[in-house]
C-alpha cells in the first residue's frame, strides 16, 4: 500500500470517528496539508467534527454546564429539570464508545481548578485588605502540609506567643481563617463571611476575638487556639477538599471550650459553603445563629444534638 493510501485510509477513520461521515474530497485535502499543502476543506472538517465547542465561551461556567449535549434526549424538559437540580454530569451524551470533546475539556478543566486550589496560597492583598495576620502552622510548605496533616494541627511554641500577643484574651467567641485544602474557597467567601459572622455575633451580645488567618491550617488548630486564648467557641472557616463539582467550598467548624486532642465529635460543622449551595452572607447568619446556640448550651457537636 503506498504511503498516501495509507494516510487516507488513517485519516478517513480519526475523522469518521470524530464527526460522522466524511467526504472523500476533505480526507484528500487533510492529507494534503500533512504534506505541506493548503487544505481549506479540512479545515472545515476539523471544525465540524468539534462543533460542540465554542472556544468563546466559558465551559466551567454554571450556564455552560446546564446546556444537555446528549443527542435527541426523549424528554429535553425533563432533562433540564434534572440538571437544574444537580452539578452531576448528567445528560452529557458520548461519541461513539467516548466522551464528547466538551465533556472531556469541561472534566479537564474542572481538575485543574480543583488542583489550583489545593496549591496555590491565598493573596496576602486579600488578607491585608481584611485587617488579618497571618500565622503559620509547623509544616514548611505546601507538600509537607500534603503529606504531613498532624503538623497542619500544630503551632510552634513562638507562633502560639504571637497569636497571644496580638489577639484579644478570654473571648466569647474566636473565629479565624484557615487555608485547608481549598485556598480557592477563601478567597471566594471570606471577604463577604467573616463580616456577616462578626456582625451577627456583636449583636447578640456576644464578645468577638481579633480574627487571623492561618496558613497550611487544619481543622485541629482550633483546638490549640481555644486553649492558648482562653475562648468559649472557637469557629474556623476553612476550605474543604476540591472536588469536579467546585473548588470553591468552605465549610466551618465549631467547638465549645476545644482542647489538644479531643474527639471529632465535639465540633458542628456547617459546610457546603459557596456560590451553588449555601451563599457565604446566608451562611454567615446561620453560624452566627449557631454559634449562640452552642455558647449558651455550653456544647457542641453530638452533645449538642442529643442535648
Same mark, same amino acid.
Given at each position: 500500500?503506498?504511503?498516501?493510501?495509507?494516510? @487516507?485510509?488513517?485519516?478517513? &477513520?480519526?475523522?469518521?470517528?470524530?464527526?460522522?461521515?466524511?467526504?472523500?474530497?476533505?480526507? &484528500?485535502?487533510?492529507?494534503?496539508?500533512?504534506?505541506?499543502?493548503?487544505? *481549506?476543506?479540512? @479545515?472545515?472538517?476539523? %471544525? %465540524?467534527?468539534?462543533?460542540?465547542?465554542?472556544?468563546?465561551?466559558?465551559?466551567? %461556567?454554571?450556564?455552560?454546564?446546564?446546556?444537555?449535549?446528549?443527542? &435527541?434526549?426523549?424528554?429535553?424538559?425533563?432533562?433540564?429539570?434534572?440538571?437544574?437540580?444537580? !452539578?452531576? +454530569?448528567?445528560? #452529557?451524551?458520548?461519541?461513539?464508545?467516548?466522551?464528547?470533546?466538551?465533556? /472531556?475539556?469541561?472534566? +479537564?478543566?474542572?481538575?485543574?481548578?480543583?488542583?489550583?486550589?489545593?496549591?496555590?496560597?491565598?493573596? *496576602?492583598?486579600?488578607?491585608?485588605?481584611?485587617? /488579618?495576620? =497571618?500565622?503559620?502552622?509547623?509544616?514548611?510548605?505546601?507538600?509537607?502540609?500534603? =503529606?504531613?496533616?498532624?503538623?497542619?494541627?500544630?503551632?510552634?511554641?513562638?507562633?502560639? +506567643?504571637?497569636?497571644?500577643?496580638?489577639?484579644?484574651?478570654? !473571648?466569647?467567641?474566636?473565629?479565624?481563617?484557615?487555608?485547608?485544602?481549598?485556598?480557592?474557597?477563601?478567597?471566594?467567601?471570606?471577604?463577604?463571611?467573616?463580616?456577616?459572622?462578626?456582625?451577627?455575633?456583636? +449583636?447578640?451580645?456576644?464578645?468577638?476575638?481579633?480574627?487571623?488567618? #492561618?496558613?497550611?491550617?487544619? #481543622?485541629?488548630? &482550633?483546638?490549640?487556639?481555644?486553649?492558648? /486564648?482562653?475562648?468559649?467557641?472557637?469557629?474556623?472557616?476553612?476550605?474543604?477538599? *476540591?472536588?469536579?463539582?467546585?473548588?470553591?467550598?468552605?465549610?466551618?467548624?465549631?467547638?465549645?471550650?476545644?482542647?489538644?486532642?479531643? *474527639?471529632?465529635?465535639?465540633?458542628?460543622?456547617?459546610?457546603?459553603?459557596? @456560590?451553588?449551595?449555601?451563599?457565604? #452572607?446566608?451562611?454567615?447568619?446561620?453560624?452566627?445563629?449557631?454559634?449562640?446556640?452552642?455558647?449558651?448550651?455550653?456544647? @457542641?457537636?453530638?452533645?449538642?444534638?442529643?442535648?
Amino acid at each position: 500500500m503506498e504511503k498516501n493510501d495509507l494516510l @487516507s485510509r488513517i485519516i478517513a &477513520e480519526v475523522l469518521s470517528e470524530m464527526g460522522g461521515s466524511v467526504p472523500a474530497s476533505a480526507v &484528500e485535502d487533510v492529507v494534503k496539508a500533512s504534506m505541506g499543502a493548503s487544505a *481549506p476543506a479540512a @479545515s472545515r472538517v476539523v %471544525s %465540524s467534527a468539534a462543533a460542540d465547542i465554542d472556544i468563546r465561551e466559558d465551559i466551567t %461556567s454554571k450556564e455552560c454546564k446546564a446546556v444537555p449535549t446528549l443527542d &435527541e434526549p426523549a424528554d429535553m424538559d425533563a432533562l433540564l429539570r434534572m440538571k437544574s437540580k444537580t !452539578p452531576a +454530569r448528567i445528560g #452529557v451524551g458520548r461519541a461513539g464508545g467516548r466522551m464528547k470533546t466538551k465533556t /472531556l475539556l469541561t472534566l +479537564r478543566a474542572d481538575h485543574a481548578a480543583a488542583r489550583d486550589a489545593v496549591f496555590m496560597d491565598v493573596d *496576602p492583598a486579600l488578607l491585608e485588605k481584611m485587617g /488579618l495576620f =497571618t500565622v503559620q502552622t509547623m509544616c514548611t510548605d505546601k507538600n509537607q502540609f500534603l =503529606t504531613r496533616p498532624d503538623l497542619g494541627r500544630r503551632f510552634s511554641d513562638e507562633t502560639i +506567643r504571637e497569636i497571644q500577643s496580638k489577639c484579644v484574651k478570654n !473571648p466569647d467567641v474566636q473565629i479565624y481563617a484557615s487555608d485547608g485544602l481549598s485556598s480557592t474557597a477563601i478567597k471566594a467567601n471570606l471577604e463577604n463571611i467573616l463580616p456577616a459572622i462578626m456582625d451577627g455575633l456583636k +449583636r447578640k451580645g456576644l464578645s468577638v476575638g481579633t480574627p487571623f488567618y #492561618v496558613r497550611f491550617g487544619r #481543622v485541629g488548630t &482550633e483546638d490549640a487556639i481555644s486553649e492558648a /486564648l482562653g475562648c468559649k467557641v472557637v469557629c474556623v472557616l476553612i476550605g474543604e477538599r *476540591p472536588g469536579l463539582a467546585t473548588a470553591e467550598s468552605m465549610s466551618a467548624y465549631i467547638a465549645y471550650k476545644a482542647t489538644v486532642g479531643m *474527639p471529632e465529635a465535639r465540633r458542628t460543622v456547617v459546610s457546603n459553603i459557596h @456560590s451553588g449551595g449555601i451563599a457565604a #452572607v446566608e451562611a454567615g447568619a446561620y453560624i452566627a445563629d449557631m454559634i449562640e446556640k452552642i455558647y449558651k448550651a455550653q456544647k @457542641s457537636g453530638v452533645e449538642l444534638q442529643n442535648g
